[in-house]
């Protein structure tokens, strides 16, 4: 019975040891982890840094009603010009809508145009002068609806959700 009784021990010591070499891993492994985290925190921090930046050029304008065969960046010179601002297509590297949701009639879509900017300067112009489109709708640039019109930063979805 008493060497029954040793073994049991000797075997109850064993498996502490295990035990205890377990936990000494898994606290590793949890600091490990947070460092991993943090790690992966910073990296998410400089992506959308770096995202920001991409579209230092860039300006959203929504509140034009879509129609079939528009010019975007037709439609952004007439915005520009409803402010005061001058620019011509040159000035414009890319323009176009957003994607959005199919199902809604094309009467009744409003997806912004997104637009990119050859020169830093004339996007900065453009969007110094939006408060000049305090009352106008896209009735006064030519187009159908007597929407609000309205020229914002292109955010990344994370700066988005930031300033909301």
Known sequence: MEGKITELQRSAMHVSGIFDTFKEEITVLKMENNRLRLRLDETKEELNILQQYARMNNLEISGITEKDGEDADDLVVKV??????????????ISHR???????????????????FTRHT????????????????????????????????????????MFK
């Open 122 to 161: 004339v996007r900065n112009k453009l969007y110094m002068s939006k408060k000049y489109l305090k009352g106008k709708t896209s009735h006064d640039i030519g187009t159908s609806g007597n929407t609000k019109l309205f020229i914002n930063e292109n955010l990344t979805q994370q700066n988005k959700q």
């Open 98 to 116: 957003l994607p959005h949701n199919r199902s809604t009639p094309l009467r009744q879509q409003q997806a912004p145009i997104i637009l990119n």
């Open 80 to 93: 520009a010009s409803a402010v005061g601002v001058h620019i011509t297509h040159n000035d414009i590297d």
